[in-house]
């Protein structure tokens, strides 16, 4: 089955670039999403088709994807965006989700 | 305002079954793919299932085909998930999410969720 590996945690400052990376096998070959949960809360989509960012999320989000990896980086981070990072893609007709990683801003 | 709304969920013992229900509201649902999600507490996301606007050709993750069904009613903007032959590991919390319309299956709405709990 196809696996998208995500680092566990990141750690950033306010005010600094955060970047959460998710690997695949020809990653750079798919669509890939990005999504926000924070603490008892239900998934945001932030990012879709790899850099495109839905209508109310802030310009800090972006995204890009390219070979094996993607990667959502969020410049000027600030306390708000601490939060559980998830990328997704599909294979075939399902949909396959990364493991997470959680962003701490220290 | 764009919503979904899960229900259904609860306490059942091992083997036995639920039926999840979704509306949907502020959105033509008739239009849109529909999938469930799920998340066992501290865990990730995982996808769970899919069905198309029109209802047919649906499609499931490995670790609950043959015992989960989704299925919808346009009719009453409500998407369902019936689960049968529950396992412990099937205790979650169930999200209902919209796929977005442009073909690349990002989930764009998503509800606040219904928890299962298989436990005898």
């Known amino acids: 089955s196809y696996e998208l590996p995500q680092p566990p945690s990141v750690s950033v400052s306010p005010g600094q670039t955060a970047s959460i990376t998710c690997s695949g096998d020809?990653?750079?070959?798919?669509?890939v999403c990005w999504y926000q949960q924070k603490p008892g809360q239900s998934p945001v989509l932030v990012i879709y088709q790899d850099t495109k960012r839905p209508s109310g999320i802030p310009e800090r989000f972006s995204g890009s994807n390219s070979g094996n990896t993607a990667t959502l980086t969020i410049s000027g981070t600030q306390a708000m965006d601490e939060a559980d990072y998830y990328c997704?893609?599909?294979?075939?007709?399902?949909?396959?989700f990364g493991g997470g990683t959680k962003l701490t801003v220290l | 305002e764009v919503q979904l709304m899960e229900s259904g969920g609860g306490l059942v013992q091992p083997g036995g079954s639920l039926r999840l229900s979704c509306a949907a509201s502020g959105f033509t649902f008739s239009s849109s793919w529909m999938h469930w999600v799920r998340q066992t507490p501290g865990k990730g996301l995982v996808w769970v299932s899919r069905?198309?606007?029109?209802?047919?050709?649906?499609t499931y993750a490995d670790s609950v085909k043959g015992r989960f069904t989704i299925s919808r009613d346009n009719g009453k903007n409500t998407l369902y998930l019936q689960m049968n032959s529950l396992r412990a590991e099937d205790t979650a919390v169930y999200y209902c999410a919209r796929e977005g319309n442009r073909g690349t299956m990002e989930m764009d709405v998503w509800g606040k969720g219904t928890t299962v709990n298989v436990s005898s």
């Open positions: 997704q893609t599909w294979v075939g007709s399902t949909a396959v």
């Open positions: 020809k990653l750079g070959d798919k669509y």
């Open positions: 069905i198309p606007s029109h209802g047919s050709s649906t």
